[in-house]
């Protein structure tokens, strides 16, 4: 590496640096907003964002000043005040752990390439495995002293985010319906599988890249909370077959994306074994909540389940991406995605029973587990507990200041984990009816409630665009625009919570009736 090499890059790590231990915080703005427009012209002054026909070689100044550039314009996901995402500022830790694996450069394939991550993916999936229920605890006082010997075949993989997961997940729920589907094809089954209608829309895609089709996708009727109800699931299994399809899979949600329900993991399994069929759990976003003995009894039932996709990128902060799957039979990956190239695969090489590569759709895999390696090591499953209970923490608190603002904010769903939804109420309007659980009556509201409240939000959310006073994110739920509240960063706290209600009621304030 040249001395001109070195120079820009330790200008780079410096500034990077810079970002990670000081972060934004308080009064910093979340977002700069900046129009397209302004932002090619401002990126113009340095490199541009652009190239043309010939991309020419730029100076350390220019290269930097774009640098700069760009940490400025960027989302400041590590800001308190970004609850807009079900995810948020990473961990110090895993971002540098994501920085090492970077710079080692390898892919997750094969031992031959990869033999320290190969053992220790082994490590990180058994030690999911065994929280989740998949495997027995290890009877080791202190495994990390001695693993007492890794399994060549953990139980499940890493994969390129929770869609994939659910995507692999199904494919291993269709090879157990028709083992000869990676052969044959379809054997012509109207293959039919059933989510609740607040789960992710990864089951449709999924469906759809299958070759299932979305309409074999059921949507199942939840409660006010957004659970799926056990009772409709028995009837829509039920009413699919009474149609000609057949049904395969059960795709149960632990938290949903919007008001982070939990589905009756029990309830569901009932079912799923009563009818032959292969459930799997979406815990991309509520999966985390094993690691904290207040909140794991959320997953009751989880090691019933047949496999089980779970974002460590959500509430434990990896870098993006970390995703997990697990599966209660991982003998199954290789009948279910082995391709044997043997220019890869060879049985007479050294240490090739620990290859991973052919247990999964991808070969080239990004290097995800040291991050979340590093990070266990040293925050420990106590560091890991104390993160989702923080999370919950200001939830709750957020739902106190709710309760006692008058009037200027209502639950539109109570609500009893991380997320919280919540409409803002023009004074006008004040007191909003509400029904005995203290939540908006949707029903005692007027049209014209419905028009005015519904436009409230994205206007208020512009407002602290351009002012780069927070971000949080809005949607319909039972029809009606509401603000979510996705209290999930280890830096956001009490302060910064009253900050955004603050924040929201004085924009709102400031619309035009």
């Known amino acids: ?124 999936l058994s030690k999911l495995g065994r929280i989740a229920g998949y495997l027995e605890e290890s009877t080791e006082k202190d495994s990390d002293g001695d693993d007492g010997g890794l399994p060549t075949l953990p139980p499940g993989l890493f994969c390129a985010g929770g869609s994939m997961g659910t995507l692999f997940g199904l494919q291993l729920a269709r090879h157990r319906h028709q083992p000869d589907v990676t052969t044959r094809g379809s054997n012509g089954d109207r293959l039919a599988l059933f989510v609740s209608d607040s789960g992710h829309y990864a089951a449709s895609k999924s469906a759809a890249l299958l070759g299932i089709g979305t309409d074999g996708v059921v949507k199942v009727a939840t409660d006010h909370e957004g659970s799926m109800i056990p009772e409709k699931l028995t009837e829509a299994i039920k009413a699919s077959i009474e149609a000609g399809q057949t049904p395969f899979a059960v795709i149960a949600t632990a938290g949903t994306t919007v008001t982070s329900a939990f589905d009756d993991l029990h309830a569901l399994a009932d079912i799923c074994a009563e009818a032959g069929l292969w459930l799997h759990v979406d815990g991309c976003y509520g999966g985390s909540a094993l690691f904290s003995d207040t909140h794991a009894a959320r997953l009751g039932g989880i090691e019933r389940s047949d496999s089980f996709v779970w974002n460590l990128h959500k509430m434990m902060g990896m870098t993006q991406q970390c995703t997990a799957l697990l599966v209660k039979d991982p003998s199954q990956l290789a009948a279910c995605f082995a391709a044997r190239a043997d220019y890869l695969f060879q049985s007479d090489k050294l240490n090739g029973e620990f290859d991973s590569g052919d247990r999964t ?108 006073s927070g971000m949080i994110g809005f949607q319909p739920i039972h029809g009606l625009n509401t603000f979510r509240m996705i209290c999930m960063s280890t830096t956001l706290q009490a302060a910064d919570v009253e900050a955004l209600l603050t924040t929201i009621d004085e924009a709102g304030c400031q619309l035009k009736s």
């Open 1 to 124: 590496m040249t001395s001109y090499e070195s120079a820009i890059i330790d200008g780079i790590i410096e500034r990077a640096s810079r970002y990670l231990t000081e972060p934004p915080r308080g009064s910093d703005p979340v977002i700069r907003l900046a129009s397209p427009a302004e932002l090619t012209a401002t990126f113009s002054e340095s490199v541009g964002l652009a190239f043309g026909e010939t991309a020419s070689a730029h100076d350390d100044k220019a290269v930097l000043e774009s640098v700069e550039q760009v940490i400025r314009y960027s989302m400041q996901t590590s800001h308190p005040r970004f609850v807009n995402q079900n995810f948020a500022g990473p961990d110090p830790l895993s971002v540098v752990g994501d920085w090492l694996g970077a710079a080692l450069n390898t892919t997750g394939a094969t031992y031959e390439v990869a033999p320290v991550f190969t053992l220790m993916e082994s490590a990180v």
């Open 361 to 468: 759709f991808q070969c080239a895999r990004r290097i995800d587990v040291l991050k979340l390696w590093l990070t266990w090591k040293v925050r420990g499953d106590a560091g890991f507990a104390e993160r989702i209970d923080h999370a919950f923490a200001m939830a709750q608190h957020t739902r106190k200041l709710i309760s006692a603002s008058e009037g200027k904010f209502v639950p539109l769903v109570s609500g009893s984990f991380t997320n919280v939804v919540f409409a803002w109420v023009p004074p006008q309007l004040r007191p909003l009816p509400t029904n005995q659980s203290g939540e908006i009556d949707l029903e005692a509201l007027s049209p014209e409630d419905h028009v005015v409240l519904n436009e409230c939000p994205p206007q208020i959310k512009a407002h602290m665009q351009a002012s780069g």
